[in-house]
């Protein structure tokens, strides 16, 4: 470990025996948010930032077990309440109310997002969703994160090759994108995809949003992306979901 990390991991640790519990979240959440950290220090986050979640939980605690579980049967409003209320507590202690937003009529993206708050936990309890119209059991702790699924991995290598330089703007849309199409994805992972044919309908959907068809064809061919098959994305679909 280099003497950065090593510098970040002191401070987080002092951080955490001082309880500034706070501080040091948000310390590793910043550092979880570049572009690449180290596997052996990315489990040491980890592990930091679940620590902290617990503690955080008892301290920030603003509802009720209750309340919680009627808003997951509320308004939309309400539903994306209790999901950002649950994401921030300590999942261990909340399996009903977790199983209860799965069966709920809560937004993918959402789902998808308590799903990564139970990855990041390492939650290994095993939940129910529906899907795609199949009923699925799935543990989170099992699921490939954005730092391991290699899918995922290549394709922010494509587009930081495409696009990170000619237009930083359409590579940091794209990379926002994928977020979300990550959370809508959930709980599966991206390890059967291909990274380029992602990429490429990613790069589309973001060119068409500005209005730049025609642009979009002239880039293929530059890039020799022509016969490269896109694939179909769920982000598409939402505005669908949206009005059933």
């Not at 699924?149 to 000619?166: G, H, R, V, W």
């Not at 500005?210 to 490269?228: A, P, R, W």
Request: proline share 3%.
């Amino acid at each position: 470990m280099n003497s950065y990390y090593q510098s970040l991991m002191s401070e987080i640790k002092n951080l955490m025996s001082e309880s500034k519990w706070s501080q040091a979240y948000d310390l590793i959440c910043q550092e979880n948010s570049m572009p690449y950290v180290p596997q052996d220090v990315l489990e040491q986050l980890e592990e930091c930032q679940s620590e902290c979640k617990s503690h955080l939980d008892v301290k920030v605690r603003k509802v009720d077990d209750d309340k919680i579980m009627e808003w997951i049967h509320g308004t939309p409003a309400q539903q994306e309440k209790a999901v950002s209320e649950l994401v921030n507590m300590n999942l261990r202690n909340y399996v009903q109310e977790v199983q209860a937003v799965f069966d709920s009529n809560i937004l993918d993206e959402f789902k998808g997002e308590l799903i990564e708050a139970l990855m990041e936990q390492k939650i290994d309890t095993p939940y129910k969703i529906l899907k795609n119209g199949l009923e699925i059991t799935f543990i989170p702790s099992s699921i490939l994160t954005t730092q391991e699924d290699k899918t995922l991995i290549e394709t922010k290598q494509i587009f930081s090759e495409l696009l990170s330089n000619d237009n930083p703007a359409f590579y940091q849309f794209c990379n926002r994108l994928l977020e979300q199409e990550v959370l809508e994805m959930r709980p599966f992972d991206f390890s059967d995809l291909s990274a380029i044919s992602l990429a490429k309908s990613i790069i589309h959907l973001v060119m068409e949003a500005f209005g730049q068809s025609e642009e979009f064809l002239t880039f293929i061919k530059l890039k020799g992306l022509e016969e490269v098959e896109e694939l179909p994305l769920l982000i598409e679909r939402r505005g669908e979901n949206d009005a059933k």
